[in-house]
């Protein structure tokens, strides 16, 4: 009996350091996502495509609103090719959930930004869901898919 109870012990205290770890663990994957969320949303006002296609994958999809999906990193990299009469002022991604399962994740929520061209300023706003891969242990946007929407409309 008291092996019986000395080895629920040491098992109840494996699983406590192992699930403590683990929720560790998780909590800095989602933070390691969201810095690279933030740093999507610093490229794109920067207009820097090469930092842009540096946090997608080597095999990246992309699904612009109202496009066919983009898979080819060249054709990824003229999409984001930007347009030098538009200046991007603001551009913020506001995660509703993000989801780590092993070395994929998956997050979704709103986007919203502000652009300028000739003068003229213009908002958007929209949704995305954003599937991200560890490669070279870093989070990248393996699937991306966005949407404008009118948050006015239910």
């Not at 690279?36 to 820097?48: E, G, H, I, T």
């Not at 995660?95 to 070395?103: A, C, L, S, T």
Request: charged share 30%; aromatic share 14%; proline share 2%.
């Amino acid at each position: 009996m008291k092996k019986t109870y000395q080895f629920f012990v040491l098992a109840m205290m494996l699983l406590t350091i192992c699930t403590s770890g683990y929720t560790q663990n998780t909590a800095d994957e989602k933070a390691a996502i969201l810095k690279q969320a933030r740093a999507f949303s610093k490229a794109f006002m920067a207009q820097d495509t090469d930092k842009i296609m540096d946090i997608y994958t080597k095999d990246a999809s992309i699904f612009p609103n109202r496009r066919k999906i983009v898979s080819d990193r060249k054709a990824i990299r003229k999409y984001w090719s930007f347009n030098p009469k538009v200046k991007n002022l603001h551009h913020k991604l506001m995660p509703e959930k993000v989801e780590i399962v092993g070395n994929t994740a998956y997050d979704y929520g709103y986007y919203e930004g502000t652009n300028e061209y000739n003068g003229k300023q213009n908002n958007f706003r929209g949704k995305y869901v954003v599937v991200w891969k560890k490669e070279d242990g870093v989070w990248k946007m393996y699937l991306d898919i966005w949407n404008k929407v009118d948050m006015k409309k239910k």
